[in-house]
């Protein structure tokens, strides 16, 4: 056999496949979108009947004017904006702070990746039971100021979103610390001892030599933690659902809330549409260091 | 390194202080496992910050026939089952799937930009299609099924397997198979006989690395599954009563039995986990 035809082949499997469960659906979804169809009005499962419903854009038109939406969408974007960087932070202080060799340390690095192993939806349900009124955090709070201390979190609007903004650093902080360490330990000594010799401080050292030479890796983790915070669910269902009101909606919240409590099919798709537009546009631009760094080594 | 006996000691408070902070809430949800009813319930308005009377009754509650204080009928022996045979079939078809297309990346250089598509499909979030998806499972009859639900997640994990293994295979010498292919082996003999036995490592913790992505699922499963092949996580997320509300004491305890197989083999694999997580962006 060939050699391009055994590429071919072995790759196969996996073309099929993405065929299978990305064509199909993406297809389906600008149909269903055009159309006004839902299994209510349409009639059960009878959903490739949507022309009988056809409504062009008017999905579209309505979607991109409904307040929850745009607010689901730059509410996601603040969670973004907001968890990632922090959790870069703490991160990075961590990953300086194994540098060097103390006692305990082993124990300390495998507690410190637990919560990256959690699943996401049983840390939903241990913040759940932290923020309650009644619960842990306030009761340290308390203890904390000498003063008693009982916000309902969940049920404020901001106080929520920082409940779940909490939670989301928790558990992903520590993904941080996994990669920004594993990007020191592989920086060259001899560079930063050079460094050293020419008498730079601790600062400069830092930001001179140590941050250039981690970029690549830097780079990557804020681009994967970037990417899966935008789907940002589990942890919000299980917190708030969504609640008080729609104040702690994220996009994944707000679509799942329509698609499966409202039943708005055709919506939902119409807004699956722009949500691929949108991740489309961005992950062309974000993925580029990784293509550039494919392109290098090929 | 010269430092200073105090900046070693304030270093190590640091690190003493945030590990205790992030070990807290793993700490909460073990210690609410073995609390009795009156010490978990929200209503009596005290906190328990250990369990005064360690008992196992919230393990005995979630696995009896029927939940006393829930109208949940069933145990969690199901779910768990559920759980278990669905990542690791989703995991066996990312990785048989992933394995083969990461070589014919890696060596062939086939697919063109085959990589970044599924890099790109790993961005999309899952709720944006999976209207159509359950659409086209109740059509072919996969909603609830151990087959259906399987499926998707070797899906939504292939990106994984195929990036993590292309790095294992790129690592291996190419010097090695095509030695081999002029020595009189076929394509496909290289790859059985010389490759995949240098690369099992890769592929165990590769596999590992995918059975808790799969494993950690709610979202997929929330849709895609109704009575008969709900997982843990959804299992958890609906034991509620009518009376008290949320029953913390055995979800914490159900919590407790899904955290163990990834912390365990999170830890295991924590090498590896960097490679995955960075699509192989960090070499060794």
Known sequence: ?298 | MEQKPYEKVLKLLLIVVITLLFFFPIYWIVTMAFKPFPEWTAAGGKIYWFPNHPTIDNFRAIFSQKLEMSPISGTAIRPIFNSLVVSVIGTCIAMVVGVFAAYGISRYKAGGSLPFMLLQLRMFPPIAIIIPIMIMWAFLHMTDTWYGLSLIYGVVTLPFSVWLMKTFFDDIPRELDEAAIVDGCSNIGAFFKVVMPLAKGGIASSALFVFILNWSDFLIALILTDRKWTTIPVHISKLQSALVGALYGPKAALGLIALIPPVFFGILIQKYLVRGLTFGAIKK
């Open chain 1, 1 to 298: 056999m060939d050699a391009a035809r055994f590429g071919f082949l072995m790759i196969l499997p996996a073309l099929i496949m993405l065929l299978f469960i990305v064509i199909f659906p993406l297809l389906a979804s600008i149909y269903l979108s055009l159309s006004k169809w839902s299994p209510l009005t349409g009639g059960g499962t009878r959903w490739f009947q949507a022309y009988q419903f056809w409504g062009w854009l008017s999905n579209y038109w309505n979607i991109i004017r409904d307040p929850d939406f745009l607010m689901a969408l730059l509410r996601t974007f603040i969670i973004v904006i907001v968890v990632v960087p922090v959790e870069f932070f703490i991160g990075l202080v961590l990953a300086f702070l194994f540098r060097e060799s103390f006692p305990g340390k082993k124990i300390f690095h495998s507690i410190l990746l637990m919560p990256m192993m959690v699943v996401p939806a049983v840390a939903g349900f241990i913040f759940y039971m932290l923020f309650q009124g009644q619960g842990p955090v306030n009761e340290a709070l308390s203890k904390l100021f000498f003063h008693e201390v009982s916000v309902l979190w969940l049920q404020g609007n901001i106080s929520a979103m920082i409940a779940i903004m909490i939670a989301d650093i928790w558990q992903w902080s520590p993904f941080m610390f996994l990669i920004l360490l594993s990007g020191i330990m592989s920086l060259p000594e001899d560079q930063i001892n050079a460094a050293l010799i020419l008498g730079a401080s601790g600062w400069q050292r830092l930001r001179m030599v140590i941050l250039p030479l981690m970029k690549p890796v830097i780079v990557i983790s804020l681009i994967f933690r970037g990417m899966e915070a935008v789907k940002i669910f589990d942890s919000i269902w299980l917190m708030t659902s969504g609640g008080p009101g729609t104040a702690t909606e994220s996009i994944s919240v707000y679509m799942y809330k329509h698609g499966f409590k409202y039943l708005k099919w055709s919506w939902v798709a119409a807004g699956g549409v722009i949500v691929l537009i949108i991740i489309t546009l961005i992950s062309m631009q974000a993925l580029k260091p990784i293509k550039e760094r494919e392109e290098q080594s090929a």
